[in-house]
């Protein structure tokens, strides 16, 4: 199983962007009932939770976030989504998807920069 991500890149401050993370060689099964995760990482910074969606399909989010992130899924498609809206400076990060928690699969990680 591997987590594919793409999406990152260079958005001005109130800006958006889509990040996408695809599980390569993972059945419905075991995508549609873990709980799935976007986490991020500054430079300087330890690793974050950006938001978590449960098997159920639930959501919450970090304070910093909230009510500008989503967190979506399309199970067909193996497939988690993170809609990143108003973007700020402070957003600049490593972004991670998860399925299944921690110990379990990460994405690459991929860059979302927001210049000040």
């Known amino acids: 199983v591997q987590l594919v991500q793409s999406g990152g890149g260079v958005v001005q401050a109130g800006g958006s962007l889509t990040l996408s993370c695809k599980a390569s060689?993972?059945?419905?099964?075991?995508?549609?009932?873990?709980?799935k995760g976007w986490y991020r990482q500054a430079p300087g910074k330890q690793r974050e939770v950006v938001g978590l969606m449960s098997s159920g399909g639930s959501t919450n989010y970090a304070d910093s976030v909230l009510g500008r992130f989503t967190i979506s899924k399309d199970n067909r498609k193996r497939t988690i989504y993170l809609q990143m809206n108003s973007l700020k400076p402070d957003d600049t990060a490593v972004y991670y998807c998860n399925i299944g928690g921690p110990s379990q699969h990460w994405g690459q990680g991929t860059q979302v920069t927001v210049p000040s």
């Open positions: 060689g993972m059945i419905l099964s075991v995508f549609s009932g873990n709980d």
